[in-house]
């Protein structure tokens, strides 16, 4: 069997191969009103696509704990028992094939509040248009010159949203996933809060290392004591800002060394795996994209570590695929935009390494 269609264990579950769907979002949830954020007939016929094409673990878009914690107003969220009863129906297709749902608990910090990404490029709405509001952040930074410029939170605002992750955690679990991983990548608010580049505070939330991570890690603690100890939890991370692997950028921003301190934390506070991605904080930072180009970044987590990683970022091929796992570099793939392109993408590699994906029992023929 080739290491892409071996299992996975982490904790109590077993997730039946390694090629894994990330998050990604659809902004086709309804913007106001009893069914804001709550997952439609697309997000399912989405979802289930890829659990009939043999994807192991499916993670949903991200789902914003609050309403303003919403990318764009058309997010899904997983803030009232409404959402938690339409994302049952999703969840329960999934296992019947065999995938194993997850969520990817989010709040959008400094970035939300925008268009969906084919209208007017994703432009920021302001807070006096329809379906705008005012974003928050660790700090007063905007995103970009045309972005809002978010609230600063207070102490009392950054313990309500703790409380909000974990508010979402439990409905997470009542929802019928198994696997909950939580958003700290991206430019997002927990990502705000890691990277200098966005945390300008002075209070203990900022500063210093341990200043920045006390918001993310507070977030994961008390996610931790509600979801099972039998089920995993991951974290994605952005594993660099991109800015000090520019010899002629001199911003000050989150680093790869600052990453596998933080993963060891995160391990210490019970997180089983690590998704790692890497940029969106900085808008014009130089990114080095090509094939496989975040991979190094999680391989060395998981050297210096020994904690479980999957890797991302324009992993397309079965082979490619395969060699990042036989080689130790991660420990899983999350594909994104290949699986947009071929839901049956684990079919298909199945077949390339000679391997097999059950089908489901209504392609069976006699």
Not at 59 to 76: F, K
Not at 160 to 179: N, P, Q, S, T
Request: with cysteine; net charge negative; aromatic share 8%.
């Amino acid at each position: 069997m080739s290491s892409l269609f071996s299992p996975l264990s982490l904790r109590s579950l077993t997730v039946p191969n390694r090629v894994w769907m990330a998050a990604m979002c659809q902004y086709s949830a309804a913007p106001d009103g009893d069914a804001a954020g709550v997952p439609t007939d697309w997000h399912f016929a989405h979802l289930a696509a890829r659990a009939t094409g043999g994807t192991g673990l499916i993670i949903t878009e991200a789902t914003a704990v609050v309403p303003e914690g919403r990318i764009s107003p058309y997010d899904l969220g997983i803030w009232n028992d409404a959402q938690v009863t339409a994302f049952r129906r999703v969840t329960d297709f999934l296992k019947s094939q065999g995938s194993v749902p997850g969520v990817q608990l989010a709040h959008a910090g400094r970035k939300a509040s925008t268009e969906r990404t084919w209208v007017d490029r994703g432009r920021p709405i302001a807070p006096d248009e329809p379906h705008g509001w005012t974003p928050v952040g660790p700090s007063a930074v905007p995103f970009s010159a045309a972005s809002t410029t978010p609230e600063e939170l207070t102490g009392e605002g950054i313990a309500a949203i703790v409380r909000a992750f974990a508010d979402g955690a439990r409905r997470a679990l009542a929802a019928g996933f198994e696997v909950v991983e939580i958003h700290g990548a991206h430019g997002y608010l927990i990502h705000e809060f890691l990277s200098p580049y966005s945390n300008h505070r002075t209070d203990g939330y900022g500063g210093s290392f341990e200043g920045r991570t006390r918001f993310p890690l507070e977030v994961v603690d008390a996610v931790r004591a509600v979801w099972p100890d039998e089920l995993p939890l991951f974290f994605r991370v952005s594993a660099t800002d991109w800015l000090t692997e520019n010899p002629e950028d001199d911003r000050e921003g989150w680093t790869l060394d600052d990453t596998v301190r933080f993963a060891k934390e995160l391990q210490a506070r019970g997180v089983d795996l690590l998704d790692v991605s890497t940029g969106g904080n900085v808008p014009d930072a130089r990114i080095d994209v090509h094939p496989g180009y975040q991979v190094p970044f999680a391989e060395r987590v998981r050297r210096e570590t020994g904690m479980p990683v999957a890797a991302v970022g324009l992993i397309t091929e079965p082979e490619q695929a395969e060699h990042v796992l036989a080689s130790g570099r991660a420990d899983a793939v999350l594909l994104g935009r290949e699986l947009l392109r071929d839901p049956f993408w684990a079919r298909h590699a199945a077949v390339a390494l000679g391997d097999e994906v059950p089908s489901p029992v209504q392609y069976h023929r006699a």
